[in-house]
């Protein structure tokens, strides 16, 4: 038995209404097998700068820094996207999270449960097996380089930048996950024309001899996006740069048939962060449409990451796979087949993981 305290932050759109199913199925796990949850909750992104003026204020940071782990929703905001001129903007809050709790790993299973063969417009025959884990470097590249305007505001320039030790640390994540896998490690690069891409190529190339049972590949991030769909299952653990892991991570959510259904972890040093990759969908905000599972499933990432619940972390997991396997769908990843007794909501479909659990 154990206690522990998880700060809450649901931020914008549909990520108010994920999170909420995600903390239910934490309690369920904390009643069902005897430990002690605390909870806080924090402002972040756009319903931050609304009540703040920041999209990450101090009080949310501190309240990070101060829990075992924070189950997070999604930033963002359409009146942003249509406003270039934004100086404020609530993605601002989510990479100054990263930088400050040191996240500079992200890691992203790519996992198809069987059950959704048929939601993806990829051929479940090329899909069937597929076991994907994404590092994706979190606190370099062109995000958080130097950036701005000059001839009179006519050009722009992003500098992507990275050191031999931002490079390192994730590598050397990525190798030791690829050793409890199936021990094959894809580094993702662009080492025919950026100077970045040498750097993490050659950083990489340096390491590996300090995992001799671990079979290193190398390929050019057009090559992978390519490949991701021609052959998803000859992938195993994939590190690569925080732009084209953006990239490509969301390219893979077609494998496992929604962006619905992907859960992330971003871990660091410190309090680690879980969070689904779908963002915060304000065309279906407040609709209780919004597909939870990759809430619960960040939910079954942070038990077994942040707190060693490896039982419970599966039970979660286990339970996600009964509510699939007994035909309960979301509207993203239900197809002509599907009934529509079957097509829940929001609630509905957390409600059916509890029952499971």
Same mark, same amino acid.
């Given at each position: 038995?154990?206690?522990?305290h998880?700060?809450?932050?649901?931020?914008?759109?549909?990520?108010?209404?994920?999170?909420?199913?995600?903390?239910?199925?934490?309690?369920?796990?904390?009643?069902?097998?005897?430990?002690?949850?605390?909870?806080?909750?924090?402002?972040?992104g756009?319903?931050?700068?609304?009540?703040?003026?920041?999209?990450?204020?101090?009080?949310?940071?501190?309240?990070?820094?101060?829990?075992?782990?924070?189950?997070?929703?999604?930033?963002?905001?359409?009146?942003?996207?249509?406003?270039?001129?934004?100086?404020?903007?609530?993605?601002?809050?989510?990479?100054?999270? @990263?930088?400050?709790?040191?996240?500079?790993? &992200? *890691?992203?299973?790519?996992? %198809?449960? /069987? $059950?959704?063969?048929?939601?993806?417009?990829i051929?479940?025959?090329?899909?069937?097996?597929?076991?994907?884990?994404?590092?994706?470097?979190?606190?370099?590249?062109?995000?958080?380089?130097?950036?701005?305007?000059?001839?009179?505001?006519?050009?722009?320039?992003?500098?992507?930048?990275?050191?031999?030790?931002?490079?390192?640390?994730?590598?050397?994540?990525?190798?030791?996950?690829?050793?409890?896998?199936?021990?094959?490690?894809?580094?993702?690069?662009?080492?025919?024309?950026?100077?970045?891409?040498?750097?993490?190529?050659?950083v990489?190339?340096?390491?590996?001899?300090?995992?001799?049972?671990?079979?290193?590949?190398?390929?050019?991030?057009?090559?992978?996006?390519?490949?991701?769909?021609?052959?998803?299952? @000859?992938?195993?653990?994939?590190?690569t740069a &925080? *732009?084209?892991?953006?990239? %490509?991570? /969301? $390219?893979?959510?077609?494998?496992?048939?929604?962006?619905?259904?992907?859960?992330?972890?971003?871990?660091?040093?410190?309090?680690?962060?879980?969070?689904?990759?779908?963002?915060?969908?304000?065309?279906?905000?407040?609709?209780?449409?919004?597909?939870?599972?990759?809430?619960?499933?960040?939910?079954?990432l942070?038990?077994?990451?942040?707190?060693?619940?490896?039982?419970?972390?599966?039970?979660?997991?286990?339970?996600?796979?009964?509510?699939?396997?007994?035909?309960?769908?979301t509207?993203?990843?239900?197809?002509?087949?599907?009934?529509?007794?079957?097509?829940?909501?929001?609630?509905?479909?957390?409600?059916?993981?509890?029952?499971?659990?």
């Amino acid at each position: 038995m154990a206690t522990k305290h998880i700060l809450i932050v649901p931020g914008d759109g549909i990520g108010q209404e994920v999170t909420a199913e995600g903390k239910k199925i934490l309690d369920r796990i904390a009643a069902k097998f005897g430990h002690t949850f605390t909870y806080d909750d924090a402002l972040v992104g756009h319903a931050a700068i609304e009540a703040t003026g920041d999209p990450l204020p101090a009080v949310t940071l501190e309240k990070m820094h101060k829990a075992d782990a924070v189950l997070f929703g999604a930033v963002g905001h359409p009146k942003y996207d249509n406003d270039p001129s934004a100086k404020v903007r609530p993605e601002q809050g989510l990479l100054k999270m @990263r930088k400050e709790l040191g996240l500079y790993a &992200n *890691l992203r299973p790519i996992k %198809l449960f /069987d $059950e959704l063969l048929e939601a993806s417009s990829i051929k479940p025959e090329i899909l069937r097996g597929a076991d994907i884990l994404f590092f994706r470097e979190l606190t370099g590249d062109i995000y958080f380089g130097e950036k701005g305007r000059k001839n009179n505001g006519d050009t722009a320039f992003d500098i992507a930048e990275y050191s031999r030790f931002e490079v390192e640390r994730i590598a050397r994540k990525a190798f030791e996950a690829a050793r409890t896998r199936r021990k094959k490690l894809c580094s993702v690069d662009k080492a025919n024309v950026i100077e970045t891409s040498r750097l993490w190529r050659e950083v990489i190339q340096k390491i590996a001899p300090e995992y001799p049972d671990v079979e290193v590949e190398h390929q050019f991030v057009d090559a992978t996006a390519m490949l991701l769909i021609k052959d998803p299952k @000859r992938f195993d653990v994939v590190v690569t740069a &925080n *732009l084209f892991g953006d990239i %490509l991570t /969301d $390219e893979a959510s077609q494998i496992a048939g929604s962006m619905g259904m992907l859960a992330s972890a971003s871990i660091g040093d410190g309090t680690c962060v879980y969070e689904p990759i779908h963002g915060s969908a304000h065309d279906i905000t407040g609709k209780g449409v919004a597909n939870p599972l990759a809430s619960i499933l960040s939910a079954a990432l942070l038990l077994d990451i942040s707190f060693g619940m490896k039982a419970e972390s599966e039970a979660v997991i286990e339970a996600v796979d009964k509510v699939l396997k007994a035909g309960f769908r979301t509207g993203d990843i239900a197809d002509a087949k599907t009934p529509k007794d079957k097509i829940l909501g929001t609630a509905a479909m957390g409600d059916q993981v509890l029952a499971q659990l």
